[in-house]
């Protein structure tokens, strides 16, 4: 019997701050694709299957945060609707990693709650829980609405914190390259480009290599996807993604396990790295373990320490406590519209929010709310009209025009985060 999908974020996605501040939290990139994209390529890699579909396209509707549903053009779940024409819904975790494993799992009529290590993957439910889906709709989807359901292990791969997406981000790499296994480059080689294994290689459409261009398999596959530029001596070392239409500068290497998302633009040193796209990172520095949002800017010479000299585990704080990630290299969490000016050096396991300004000499504190405006030295609070202001003029440099949905949601950010800045400012001030 066919059922339609609903991705649904649950309460942890507070844990992936301050990525998800702006974003759900399966719009959130890891290997080549973002998690819901790796859903719905395993539906339509499959064909048909227990899913319901509307057309050709798989039946997929999204519970989100209520103040993140104007920006989203994902389809917003109807509860009502799908049990009207249809017995059992079934619900996905927003962090799965999911892949034909996992879809396998769900595939029985059996209806209850699927775990993996004491968390809800998915569950398979009637029409008896409509009320309190009904209830939670705007808000996530705690687990206590799950709580009486009967439970089958199941084995998958869930995201808790961002440097678990920096973690599995190599072989999530390896993993979304499979489905273009086999299909030839669409870009003819320019003379002076050297290609190391080159059956785990593939160019896009209109890609442009410089000479003395480097792409380095030998450790893991290399996707350059339509429209990217690699200027001339840049060395490129796989596992890596660079996304559509971004720059590779002359001269930059890129290590593997990095995923550069679509019209960014990047240079220097990179390792290990994720970036969701739109972003620039093209200066001599070095990005190491970290995450950066979009629209983020870092200035020439920004570099991040992703290792403690006494060489133990990073501690993080995420959504207001510290957290011991068990990793001995951490990088930088940076939010969505976040700048920082040349020579800015972050510590290890540094967090920068929403829409923050940092500059000027020393290590700026470890965790910094969004809407700040400074550095080591001081910090004020980040006018939200010139915030809004500077987010406009960055995206109209990419052709964007920043929507009054987006404008919304960057207010509301900059209202919900206002307890946490106005204790950060105080302890700060000199």
Request: charged share 25%; glycine share 10%.
């Amino acid at each position: 019997m066919s059922r339609p999908i609903v991705v649904f974020e649950d309460e942890r996605a507070s844990d992936l701050y301050p990525l998800t501040l702006t974003r759900p939290v399966f719009d959130l990139r890891c290997g080549i694709r973002t998690l819901i994209e790796k859903l719905l390529v395993s539906l339509r890699g499959q064909g048909k299957g227990w899913w319901a579909t509307d057309g050709d396209e798989p039946l997929v509707q999204v519970h989100i945060r209520g103040y993140l549903q104007d920006a989203t053009t994902l389809p917003l779940v109807r509860y009502a609707e799908l049990f009207k024409a249809f017995k059992t819904v079934t619900l996905i975790n927003g962090r799965v990693l999911m892949d034909a494993r996992v879809l396998e799992s769900l595939s029985s009529d059996w209806q209850g709650k699927y775990v993996s290590q004491g968390q809800v993957v998915a569950a398979s439910v009637s029409s008896d829980l409509l009320e309190p889906l009904e209830r939670s709709l705007g808000r996530t989807l705690d687990g206590e609405i799950f709580e009486d359901l009967p439970e089958k292990p199941i084995e998958a791969d869930l995201i808790s914190y961002p440097w678990d997406l920096v973690r599995l981000n190599g072989s999530q790499i390896e993993a979304d390259f499979r489905m273009f296994k086999g299909l030839a480059s669409e870009t003819d080689l320019p003379d002076g480009v050297y290609l190391v294994n080159p059956d785990l290689i593939r160019i896009g459409r209109d890609v442009r290599l410089g000479p003395g261009v480097v792409i380095d398999a030998s450790d893991g596959c290399v996707f350059l996807d339509d429209g990217v530029v690699v200027m001339p001596n840049a060395s490129l070392k796989g596992p890596l993604y660079i996304g559509k239409r971004s720059v590779v500068k002359m001269g930059a290497t890129i290590y593997g396990e990095t995923s550069i998302g679509p019209v960014s633009k990047v240079g220097g040193e990179i390792a290990e790295s994720i970036i969701q796209g739109y972003s620039n990172k093209q200066h001599e520095g070095f990005l190491g373990h970290s995450y950066l949002g979009e629209w983020v800017n870092l200035g020439a010479g920004t570099n991040t320490s992703d290792m403690k000299n006494n060489y133990s585990s990073v501690r993080v704080t995420i959504n207001g406590k510290a957290v011991d990630t068990g990793e001995l290299f951490v990088g930088l969490f940076m939010g969505d519209h976040s700048k920082c000016g040349i020579g800015t050096v972050f510590n290890t396991g540094t967090v920068v929010g929403v829409c923050c300004n940092i500059f000027g000499a020393g290590y700026p504190p470890k965790y910094i709310p969004s809407f700040c405006w400074g550095g080591a030295s001081v910090f004020a609070e980040h006018d939200l009209e010139k915030a809004l202001e500077t987010a406009r003029r960055a995206m109209r440099r990419r052709k964007r025009e920043l929507s009054e949905a987006e404008r919304a949601l960057l207010k509301h950010i900059f209202e919900t985060t206002s307890k946490e800045r106005i204790e950060f400012l105080q302890a700060h001030r000199q």
